[in-house]
Structure formats: C-alpha cells, structure tokens
C-alpha cells in the first residue's frame, strides 16, 4: 500500500527558513518523479514542484522558484521541501504527491509572527 | 501560467440529480487534464485523468469530457457521499495549475 507521511510542518515566524519531510513507503521511490502541492485556508490549490526520480532535475512554480527548494534522498525514500524567507501568503497545508492518485495527508505551515 | 477558470464556484443540488462542473483553460492543454474530489479534512482524491479516464475504485456515475480548452466533470445521479469540493488540473504546461473549485452541497 502506497503511503506518503509529510512532517516539519509547524508555525514559524516571517523570514525563517522550514523543510518539510515526506517519507514514501508501498512502491519503489527512486523510480518516480515526485511533487509538492500547498493548499491555503482558503482552498486555492497552487503547484509547488516536481523533482525526477532520481533528483537530477526539478521544475518550480516560477513565483516559489527563488524561496523554495526541493530535494529527495532515494535510500531514505524521503522527499523534501526547503521554504527559506517564509511569508505569511505561505500559510498553508502542504502535499506530497505521487502521480496524480497518492496523496500524503498534508501538514500544516503557519507563517506568523 | 495556464490560467485555469472553474465554474460554479458553488453548487446546490439535491440527491439522484446530476450535476455537471466546468473547467476553462486559457489555452489548449490537449486532454491533459485531472479532476479531484476533497471531503472536508481530508486530501484530494483523483477521480478522472486525462480529461475522461476513471480512476480505479470511482463510481461509474462520475465521468469527464472535453477537449482543447473545455472540460466539464458530470456526476449522474448525485449521492451524499458527493458532498465535497471539486478541483481541476491541468498538467499539459510547467507550472500544473488548479480550478479555484467548486463546493458541492445538497439541498
């Protein structure tokens, strides 16, 4: 069974920097891309990025691309996401995604100060 | 970006009736387009894929069509269980862009 486990998330203050985890289990995890999608209070859903299975290549919501970075660790089968200089328009529930059809079950990033 | 207009953002309807939601992209995304039911708490679950693919596991009442920049999810005969917010997405063009939504409720 394919289970996506995001984690880091938490309240951090304008300008910090958070990387979320996404530990991936139920498939082979070095032969997937990967991708991150937040989701805000108000439920707007915005693509954050992709990465290739085996981490060489990454594409990026243009308007993320400078603030956020993400990476995978295929012997961990651990995907991550690092947020530098947070805003509070980054408040949101943040997914790991595989395909379209697994979804992990979000965690929640409140930029507050 | 492709921009993505969904239509209606919110929807009232009463149980056996169907219902039909609409997606508009700001330009031809060739098919490449998913539809995703969210329940309240809990994350998005891929209904149609490719503009008119079910999913393993979906009802048949659900189904998807539509082509170029026109695309529409249909729900035949509405249940209670349907309750919930639709989105689309197009993955044709960097970046994947999400519909607003549509909230689906019973009346």
């Known amino acids: 069974e394919v289970q996506l486990v995001e984690s880091g998330g938490g309240l951090v203050q304008p300008g910090a920097s958070l990387k979320l985890s996404c530990v991936a289990s139920g498939f082979t995890f070095s032969d997937y891309w990967m991708s991150w999608v937040r989701q805000t209070p108000g439920k707007t859903m915005e693509w954050i990025g992709d990465?290739?299975?085996?981490?060489?290549?990454?594409n990026y919501a243009p308007s993320l691309k400078n603030r956020f970075t993400i990476s995978r660790d295929n012997a961990k089968s651990t995907l991550y996401l690092q947020m530098s200089n947070v805003r509070s328009e980054d408040t949101a529930t943040y997914y790991c995604?595989?395909?379209?059809?697994?979804w992990g079950q979000g965690v929640m990033v409140t930029v507050s100060s | 970006d492709i921009r993505m207009t969904q239509s209606p953002a919110s929807l009232s309807a009463s149980l056996g009736e169907t219902v039909n939601i609409e997606c508009l992209a700001s330009e031809d995304i060739y098919s490449d387009l998913a539809w995703y039911q969210q329940k309240p708490g809990k994350s998005p679950q891929l209904l149609i894929y490719?503009?008119?693919s079910l999913q393993n596991g979906v009802p048949s009442r659900f189904s998807g069509s539509g082509s170029g920049t026109q695309y529409s999810l249909k729900i035949n005969s509405l249940q209670s269980e349907d309750v919930a917010t639709y989105f689309c997405q197009q993955y044709n063009n960097y970046p994947n862009t999400f519909g607003a939504g549509t909230k689906l409720e019973l009346k």
């Open positions: 995604q595989l395909g379209f059809d697994y």
């Open positions: 490719n503009a008119n």
């Open positions: 990465i290739k299975y085996d981490g060489s290549y990454t």
